[in-house]
């Protein structure tokens, strides 16, 4: 790979949540990065993924979606949104043309409007609907009137893969001159460990809704690779015993059923057989526990 001519740079996908933004990376880089879920906050962390092309390279910054709640966790992803959104070379917005555009959806606008940084829109899920394609084309130019910072405006599914080249051909025009920063074959820089957890959570967000899944986290302790089989050890973290009871299920049947799944996404990143050993944990008030959101990689 010549550096000569070569471009990269990072550019952070944004957008209310549950518009699409992990979908949307993981269709671009072409395997599962981050996790997927009809969920609200489900991405937790600045996920990158990297797309290494023969002349450009993007690293993609997948952020937790903009959103209001209560407790400190909330505050800690909008913060991790909000950073990521500084320091990038472009801003792919991500809008679900399926949801009429809610005062949220104006807040992320306000937010990218301000930071002068080269804003590709990407108007998702049009396999879904087209209902509210000019809604969201007439609110966006609003905010970029005087500014001029939207260069792009695509109807696309990141599930179905629709206008994805289009997508990529517009990030790479607005890349700035630089050597790649990731080996070509490097999917992701984001740790073992957390990509891990991640896929544990997702195994148990297939399962349960509402409210608890926000009380929940995953962290893993132990990766042990005894030859053939790779141990993993994670503890599913709740905030009180009925939530415990909950997420073991009757007869330990919804964390059987969350192992079966999570072991297998696992075992696609480890490349190795996987015995994967859940153990359910009460920590109350974990989500205002400044040292805990750090050592889940929050903070």
């Known amino acids: 790979m010549s550096s000569n001519n070569f471009k990269c740079g990072f550019v952070t996908i944004a957008g209310r949540p549950n518009a699409g933004k992990s979908t949307l990376i993981n269709s671009l880089v072409g395997q599962k990065i981050s996790i997927v879920s009809s969920i609200p ?48 070379d472009i801003i792919l917005y991500v809008a679900d043309l399926s949801r009429f555009p809610v005062k949220e959806e104006e ?26 394609l000019n809604v969201y084309l007439d609110l966006i130019k609003r905010y970029d009137s005087g500014r001029d ?20 051909k517009s990030l790479e025009e607005f890349l700035p001159f630089n050597p790649p920063f990731y080996e070509e074959d490097v999917l992701t820089d984001f740790s073992r460990e957390f990509r891990i957890a991640d896929i544990v959570r997702e195994g148990f967000y297939r399962h349960i809704k509402e409210e608890l899944p926000h009380s929940m986290a995953v962290k893993t302790e132990e ?60 920590l109350k008030d974990w989500q205002v526990n400044f040292r805990f959101l750090r050592e889940l990689g929050y903070v």
């Open 223 to 282: 990766i042990v690779d005894r030859g053939k089989v790779v141990y993993v050890l994670c503890s599913v973290i709740v905030e009180t015993q009925a939530q415990k009871k909950i997420i073991i299920g009757r007869g330990g049947r919804l964390i059987k059923e969350a192992g079966i799944y999570s072991r297998a996404e696992i075992e696609k990143i480890l490349g190795k057989k996987t015995y994967l050993d859940l153990r359910a944990k009460v």
């Open 149 to 168: 910072i939207f260069k792009y405006f695509i109807p696309a599914s990141a599930l179905k893969g629709i206008n994805l080249d289009k997508i990529e």
């Open 107 to 132: 807040t992320v606008l306000d937010i990218i409007s301000r930071l002068k940084i080269p804003v590709v829109a990407v108007l998702n899920k049009i396999d879904k609907s087209k209902d509210y």
């Open 41 to 88: 906050q489900t991405t937790r962390y600045a996920v990158r993924g990297i797309l290494t092309r023969i002349n450009y390279q993007i690293v993609f910054v997948d952020t937790p979606g903009m959103h209001i709640f209560r407790h400190r966790l909330a505050l800690k992803l909008n913060n991790i949104s909000r950073d990521s959104l500084a320091y990038c």
